[in-house]
C-alpha cells in the first residue's frame, strides 16, 4: 500500500512539473513571471544595415547591459556557415547570471562567449554552450541574408513612451 502511494504521489508531482514547464503564459510561476519581468525592462536597439534600418529587442540580463554599454557601435559582421552573421566586440562582455548555452532561432541577437563575439542569427541553429541570447529582430532579418560581409552600426533607441 505505501508502495503505492508513493508511486501515486510522484505521478502527481511530474504531471505538475510537465503542467508547470509547458506553460507559456506569465501564470504565477517563477520563470514566467520573471520573463515576463525581463520583458517589461526591455530596450529596443536599432540596427543600421546599408539603406535599412532593423530594429530589435533586447532582454535586460547583465549580458546584455554590458553590450549596451557599448552603443553606438559600428562593426563588420562576417558570414558564418551560412547561418549568422558575426563579429568581435571591442570588450568581453559578462556572463554573471547567464544559462549555459542557449538554442537560437531565426533573428536571434547572441553573445558567444567562448569567443567574444556578437551573433545575428538569419537562419535557425541548434542548441551551443556559451551562446547568451541578447535579444531579437522584429522584423527585416533578411537584411543579413546575403553573402560576405556587411557594416552595421548598433544603437540604443532613447526613451520610448509605453501605452
Not at 44 to 61: F, G, H, P, R, W
Request: with cysteine; net charge negative; glycine share 6%.
Amino acid at each position: 500500500m505505501l508502495i503505492l502511494v508513493l508511486v501515486l504521489v510522484m505521478s502527481l508531482s511530474y504531471s505538475a512539473c510537465r503542467a508547470d514547464n509547458s506553460m507559456t503564459s506569465g501564470a504565477s510561476l517563477k520563470l514566467p513571471t520573471e520573463i515576463s519581468t525581463k520583458q517589461a525592462n526591455s530596450m529596443q536597439i536599432n540596427i543600421k544595415v546599408k539603406d535599412k534600418v532593423v530594429t530589435a529587442t533586447l532582454s535586460d540580463s547583465k549580458t546584455t547591459q554590458d553590450f549596451i554599454s557599448l552603443l553606438p557601435l559600428t562593426l563588420t559582421l562576417e558570414d558564418y556557415a551560412r547561418t549568422e552573421k558575426i563579429s568581435n566586440l571591442p570588450k568581453r562582455l559578462s556572463t554573471e547570471d547567464a544559462p549555459p548555452g542557449s538554442d537560437p532561432a531565426v533573428g536571434d541577437i547572441a553573445y558567444y562567449a567562448p569567443w567574444g563575439n556578437l551573433a545575428i542569427y538569419y537562419r535557425d541553429f541548434g542548441y551551443s554552450n556559451g551562446l547568451i541570447i541578447l535579444g531579437k529582430t522584429d522584423g527585416g532579418i533578411e537584411a543579413f541574408n546575403m553573402p560576405g560581409s556587411v557594416e552595421v552600426t548598433i544603437e540604443l533607441v532613447q526613451s520610448q513612451s509605453r501605452g
